[in-house]
Every structure is written in C-alpha cells, then in structure tokens.
C-alpha cells in the first residue's frame, strides 16, 4: 500500500511540473520598444525630415510656410502609442512634449522644438490714396522706397487717408491711419519680423504740367445723330439715334480738363441739306472704364448756326483722376436725336494703328421702340475707325 501511494506521488508531481513548463513555454512577452523612428513636418507645398538627437527634435521652418497650418507624419515603434495624437497637430508655434508608450507600458518623452524662421520681408506691398477729389492705388518703386504721386489741382493735401498694405508679420511706422498732412513728403518705416527695417518716402505732387493732344486726320465718317425716317421697304432704315466713342489711353496720369469731337457738316433732318442753325442741341459726353462702367458725364450746348466743326466738352469740373496706361472710352451722342431726326458726320482715321491716335474707336446705336439707350453699354460696339479727337489737360 504504502508503495503504490509513492508511486501516485511520483507522477501527480511529475504532472505538475508538465503543467508548470507548458505555461513557461506560451508565456507572451510584451514589447518594450517605444521609439520615435522618423519625424516629417508637411504643407502642401513642402516638407521636411527632422533629425532625432537625444530624444530631441529641433530645426526652423522656412518663414514662407504657414506653421498655423501643417501636417506631421511620425512614425513610432511597433506596437507603440504616441500622445498626443501628432494627426491632431496643425500648429508649431513652441515646444511640444510627445510621450511614446511601449506595448508593456514603458514611456520614453521626446521634446520637439520646431519653429517658424522670422520673416525678413518689409515691404509695402499696396498704397492706396483717397483724397477730396479722386482716390488712386499708387505706384511703388521698391528698389528705392518711393513713392511718388501726382494728385489733381485744387487737391487738399491736408486731408489725405490712405489705406496700407504692408508685408505679413511686419509693423509700420508711423500708422498710416494717423497721417493725413502730406503737404511735404512722409517718411515710413516698415520693420520685418525679424527686426529688418526699411523705409518708403511718400510725395504728392499736384500736376502742374499742361497736356495737350489732337487727333485730326480725317479720311473717313460715319452717322451721328438721329434718324426719324420710316423706309417700309428697308428695315434698317427706322427711327434710332447713333452716337461715336473713342478710347484714350494716357503715358502719364491725367487731368482732363477739355476733350473735343469733330463733325464735318451741319445737322441735317430728312435726308435735306437744310441747317437747322435755330435749334438748341444738347450733346452728352460718358467718360467709361475698360468694362464700360460711366465714371463720370457732362453735356454741352450747340446753339446758332452750326456747319461742322469741333465740339468741346469742360472736363475741369469734374475733377477726374485718369491713370496711366488705363483705357478710358469716350462715348459721346446728339440727346433726343431720335426724335428730332437730324444728323452729321463723326469724322474719323481709319488708317491709324497705333499711339494714342490708333486705340479703339466705338459705334452706338439705341432705339426707343427697342426701349434703348445710348446711355446703355450694350448698344455700343468696336468700330475699325479712329475717331478725330482734341484734348487738354494737366500731368
């Protein structure tokens, strides 16, 4: 008995021990790997690796790239977890504490220290006037930090604002919002982010230089004026009134003070010869942008007896402010010309090609039965001819 008790001793203790060595052997081990491997700082038009020093990740970002507004891409240990979540990163405006936790729990903290490059930039970039009479956005010499504008006469030059725009992340000074004098040129100061100064004279000059162009070689013409007749038998022949533009574009800016147009022979109604020298006419002239948008409008008065001629217009009320190398188009029509049927002849070049001669001319025509009028853009349309112009003005 006491035998075979030992002998079911001996294998109860040898199962233990198999139990015992099959838990050893599927014992699982848990990763104690918590790296950070690589570290990618993005935007949509760069990136860049940063190098891993000692649990430390530092480097400057070009000052062209927005660190409000990036993307980083860290690749960790496997099996690793990173906090906070880098996905939830889109700024790097200081430090940052990434802490990487290994399978088995161990932390390992990686400071990362990425910063934006101060910016060096200390431009103007817009300078914008607006004054009694006109506002303008102005020229900027650059190279030079000038600024140099020709205002309109009778400018008060002590009631200036302006509206300022200067490179991002730099200061100016002094505000230009507090300067309204600028009898004698001011002086600012733009300072970059990076603590680069660079500073832009600002001079108004009234113009003062007179101007004065004509267009007057005439080798062609077309109607001007009003229709009143009614010819059944040809459908373009109804009632209409038909006015001329021309396009200027000026080398210098303008103040246009007098514009003139050409006709080359008295009014005349019903297809007569007749001059209706006892009328008064009233003839309208729209000064239009590029789009056809009217900037400014005046009329003038034809009275007595009229047998072609020029016909001038006073600008000098107006006080318009016409900047260089723009196109400015001079539309100009008989009022009432339909109804009182009389026309002439806008006279014209029509072998001119270049200068300020050679711009665009333009054609009207409006129709009340149509419910048009040449006060509407959409009735004009280019015409091959360069129409006889004269004008006076200051520069």
């Known amino acids: 008995?006491?035998?075979?008790?030992?002998?079911?001793?001996?294998?109860?203790?040898?199962?233990?021990?198999?139990?015992?060595?099959?838990?050893?052997?599927?014992?699982?081990?848990?990763?104690?790997?918590?790296?950070?491997?690589?570290?990618?700082?993005?935007?949509?038009?760069?990136?860049?690796?940063?190098?891993?020093?000692?649990?430390?990740?530092?480097?400057?970002?070009?000052?062209?790239?927005?660190?409000?507004?990036?993307?980083?891409?860290?690749?960790?240990?496997?099996?690793?977890?990173?906090?906070?979540?880098?996905?939830?990163?889109?700024?790097?405006?200081?430090?940052?504490?990434?802490?990487?936790?290994?399978?088995?729990?161990?932390?390992?903290?990686?400071?990362?220290?990425?910063?934006?490059?101060?910016s060096p930039e200390n431009s103007i970039e817009s300078f914008e006037l607006k004054t009694n009479l006109f506002e303008t956005l102005v020229d900027i010499n650059e190279g030079e930090g000038i600024i140099i504008q020709k205002v309109l006469p009778n400018t008060d030059l002590t009631a200036v604002s302006s509206t300022v725009t200067i490179s991002d992340k730099a200061t100016i000074s002094p505000d230009p919002t507090t300067v309204s004098d600028y009898t004698n040129p001011v002086s600012f100061t733009v300072t970059a982010e990076n603590g680069e100064a660079k500073e832009y004279v600002v001079t108004l000059e009234v113009m003062s230089e007179d101007y004065t162009t004509k267009c007057d070689i005439m080798n062609?013409?077309?109607?001007?004026?009003?229709?009143?007749?009614?010819?059944?038998?040809?459908?373009?022949?109804?009632?209409?009134?038909?006015?001329?533009?021309?396009?200027?574009?000026?080398?210098?800016?303008?103040?246009?003070?007098?514009?003139?147009?050409?006709?080359?022979?008295?009014?005349?109604?019903?297809?007569?010869?007749?001059?209706?020298?006892?009328?008064?006419?009233?003839?309208?002239?729209?000064?239009?942008?590029?789009?056809?948008?009217?900037?400014?409008?005046?009329?003038?008065?034809?009275?007595?007896?009229?047998?072609?001629?020029?016909?001038?217009?006073?600008?000098?009320?107006?006080?318009?402010?016409?900047?260089?190398?723009?196109?400015?188009?001079?539309?100009y029509y008989l009022v009432n010309g339909e109804e009182l049927g009389i026309s002439s002849g806008s006279s014209g070049n029509a072998n001119v090609d270049s200068g300020i001669c050679g711009a665009l001319g333009y054609s009207g025509q409006s129709k009340k039965k149509e419910n048009t009028s040449l006060e509407d853009w959409n009735v004009w349309w280019e015409h091959p001819w360069h129409f006889n112009f004269r004008f006076q003005g200051k520069q």
Not at 13 to 34: G, K, M, P, R, Y
Not at 266 to 285: C, H, I, M, Q, S
Request: proline fraction near 4%.
């Open 1 to 118: 008995m006491t035998k075979k008790l030992l002998r079911l001793g001996k294998v109860f203790l040898f199962a233990v021990l198999l139990v015992n060595t099959s838990c050893d052997e599927d014992e699982i081990i848990l990763s104690d790997d918590n790296f950070i491997i690589s570290f990618k700082v993005s935007t949509e038009e760069f990136e860049q690796n940063f190098d891993i020093i000692d649990n430390q990740i530092e480097g400057i970002l070009p000052f062209q790239i927005d660190e409000n507004n990036i993307r980083l891409d860290v690749v960790i240990s496997e099996k690793a977890t990173i906090s906070p979540n880098p996905g939830s990163i889109t700024s790097l405006n200081g430090p940052i504490n990434f802490v990487v936790t290994a399978e088995n729990g161990d932390e390992n903290t990686y400071l990362v220290d990425i910063r934006g490059e101060l």
């Open 220 to 331: 062609a013409n077309k109607w001007f004026g009003g229709d009143d007749r009614v010819v059944p038998s040809n459908p373009d022949i109804e009632p209409r009134n038909v006015g001329t533009g021309q396009t200027l574009i000026f080398q210098k800016d303008t103040y246009p003070t007098n514009f003139g147009f050409f006709l080359v022979d008295a009014f005349r109604g019903n297809g007569t010869t007749t001059e209706n020298g006892d009328l008064e006419l009233d003839l309208k002239l729209n000064i239009r942008d590029v789009d056809g948008n009217i900037i400014s409008s005046t009329t003038t008065k034809l009275t007595g007896v009229f047998n072609g001629g020029w016909i001038d217009f006073d600008l000098s009320s107006l006080h318009i402010f016409m900047k260089k190398d723009t196109p400015y188009i001079f539309t």
